[in-house]
């Protein structure tokens, strides 16, 4: 499963379409035609689209994949707090029970209850978080239960059109793109790029933005920010309160990096740039470890992301370690953020 989700990711994110991708192209029409179908039926009212009482921002994509979401979740729920605010965050929960209409998240909750971003963003920030297939159920959960929240932030939530949003921003990741331009199933697009010419802001993760000149034509209205992940420091997986260096590793041999996020290969160059010498073990997004598949013959020091070590808190031993990194909220796009809200 992991080298079939992969290998699929290898063909949307070709800059040349792929065989597969031109075959499953009369599918992608079709997914085309449903998406604005059922985006036209929510923006001429023929479906109600639900206000809470508080403003919403949503943080989301239109492409399949990791973009940097998730650091900026967090930083955003930071950043807020740091101006006063008391943020609340919702999502899906990938991955997470569906019998489950609403579960808030702890850092001590189950990745099958909940998913593995939900446990990672509530640990780092300590913001009250609910997950559910219904984010609207999820947030007026959270309304209900606390009411000094002043503002919902969805977490993967820009094709959610039930709730209503103050604020919308379309996250990218510059080493990905919008792969082979295709909607799904023949690339990895949710919705046609020129749905990020209606949104507030695109941050783009990374230091090159590889979206198609003709795109960017489309959005040159849309305010562009870069997101700059900044590593910090190693932590133990097993024992979270022990912490090394950045430069621990860059001596070791026997290193082995795993990946089970959306772009592995952005986790595998800020090793290289690091000066780490490793075998990588790149997984499916939110795949779900297993104890013998983490068993490398002669393995010294397994490295991996928070987002992994979520996952394999069990598995774990003396020698697994975390990459802590961080994301720095551009300042201009906090502006346009807290216009939003005070306009609310």
Known sequence: MAYFGTWVLKHWYRRAPSWLSLLLLPLAFVFGVVAECRASLYRYGFIRVHRLSVPVIVVGNITVGGTGKTPLVIALVKALQAKGYTPAVISRGYGSDPHHEVTEVTPQSA??????????????????????????????????????????????????????????????????????????????????????????????????????????????????????????????????????????????????????????????????SLNIAFTPHAFSDHHDYRAEELAYKGAKWILMTEKDAVKCRALADASFWSLTVESAIDESLLTLILRKLRDF
């Open 111 to 272: 990745t099958a209850d909940v998913g593995d971003e939900p446990i990672e963003i509530v640990s780092a920030t300590g913001v009250l978080m609910a997950v559910g297939a219904d984010r609207l159920v999820c947030a007026r959960h959270l309304l209900m239960r606390h009411p000094n929240i002043n503002v919902i932030i969805s977490d993967d939530g820009l094709q959610h059109y039930r709730l209503a949003r103050t604020v919308e921003i379309a996250v990218f990741d510059a080493m990905l793109g919008v792969g082979n331009g295709f909607l799904l199933p023949a690339g990895p697009l949710r919705e046609r790029v020129s749905r990020c010419g209606h949104v507030d802001a695109i941050v783009v993760t990374g230091d090159e933005t590889l979206l198609p000149p003709a795109a960017l034509s489309s959005l040159q209205h849309t305010p562009i920010f870069r997101q700059a992940l900044k590593p910090t420091l190693w932590r133990n997986v097993a024992t979270p309160e022990m912490a090394r260096r950045l430069e621990s590793f860059s001596d070791e041999t026997n290193v082995h990096a795993v990946a089970g996020i959306g772009n592995p290969d952005r986790f595998f160059a800020t090793l290289k």
